[in-house]
């Protein structure tokens, strides 16, 4: 099983910053890419922030420029350093891990048990 512990959330106000981890641990096989996404009361979950192995960054439009996306890959962790937060950055963030468990497993999507951020305007 893999497991992925998340931190940094919490309360802050308009034009603060925080910063997430999330630390993967268990039966890893591989690892294809992590990922931040997030998901606000009443709305679907959505892409946040994502980083392959390569180092290659995708991030959603609303929050280009004020969020960055890292990762340790000999600590399978990866980190979301968000800048200039707005309230409607306000949603539970979870954290993503998209690899195999074992050789003999398909590449599945693993999740966090997520964490909130609250922007106070």
């Known amino acids: 099983q893999v497991q992925l512990v998340e931190s940094g959330g919490g309360l802050v106000q308009a034009g603060g910053s925080l910063r997430l981890s999330c630390a993967a641990s268990?039966?890893?096989?591989?690892?294809?890419?992590m990922g931040w996404y997030r998901q606000a009361p009443g709305k679907a979950r959505e892409l946040v922030a994502s980083?392959?192995?390569?180092?290659?960054?995708a991030y959603a439009d609303s929050v280009k420029g004020r969020f960055t996306i890292s990762r340790d890959n000999a600590k399978n962790t990866v980190y979301l350093q968000m800048n200039s937060l707005k309230p409607e950055d306000t949603a539970v963030y979870y954290c993503?891990?998209?690899?195999?468990?074992?050789?003999?497993?398909?590449?599945?999507?693993?999740w966090g048990q997520g964490t909130q951020v609250t922007v106070s305007s």
């Open positions: 993503n891990l998209r690899g195999r468990s074992s050789i003999f497993r398909p590449v599945g999507d693993y």
């Open positions: 268990g039966s890893i096989f591989s690892v294809d890419a």
């Open positions: 980083i392959t192995n390569y180092g290659t960054t």
